[in-house]
C-alpha cells in the first residue's frame, strides 16, 4: 500500500507555472501507476493526469494536454505535475492517487489511494 502526500501548490497569476509534487513511501512505489486529479467548487473531480510505473506511458486529459507534464522518480518515490500556462479554470484541490495496475499503465478511474490534495489557485 501506499499514501501519498502532495504538496507544492500556490497561488499563481494566469500564465504562470507550478510544479507540485506527491511523494510516497514504500519499496514498491514504482510498481504503481500514479495520477493527477483535481477538484473544483461546484464542480465533480474531475482526471488531469497518469502516468504508468516505469514512466514509459502518460495520458492527459484534453483540458491540460500541451500544458501540463506528469512525470516520477522512482529512486524518490515521488511524482510531479509541471504545469504551465496556467488558466483560472485551473484552479482548484490537486490530488495525488496511486493505483497497482499491470493491464493498463495509465487509468483514469479506479484508483485505490488518495491523497488530501494541494490547493493551486490561478488568478486572472
Known amino acids: 500500500q501506499v499514501q501519498p502526500v502532495e504538496s507544492g501548490g500556490g497561488l499563481v497569476q494566469a500564465g504562470g507555472s507550478l510544479r507540485p509534487s506527491c511523494a510516497a513511501s514504500g519499496r514498491t512505489f514504482r510498481v504503481y501507476a500514479m495520477g493527477w486529479f483535481r477538484h473544483a467548487p461546484g464542480k465533480e473531480r474531475e482526471f488531469v493526469a497518469a502516468i504508468s510505473g516505469s514512466s514509459r506511458s502518460t495520458d492527459y486529459a484534453d483540458s491540460v494536454k500541451g500544458r501540463f507534464t506528469i512525470s516520477r522518480d522512482n529512486a524518490k518515490n515521488t511524482v510531479y505535475l509541471q504545469m504551465n500556462s496556467l488558466k483560472p479554470d485551473d484552479t482548484a484541490v490537486y490530488i495525488c492517487?496511486?493505483?497497482?495496475?499491470?493491464?493498463?499503465?495509465?487509468?483514469?478511474?479506479?484508483?485505490?489511494?488518495w491523497g488530501q490534495g494541494t490547493q493551486v489557485t490561478v488568478s486572472s
Open positions: 492517487a496511486a493505483k497497482r495496475t499491470i493491464v493498463v499503465p495509465t487509468p483514469r478511474h479506479g484508483y485505490d489511494y
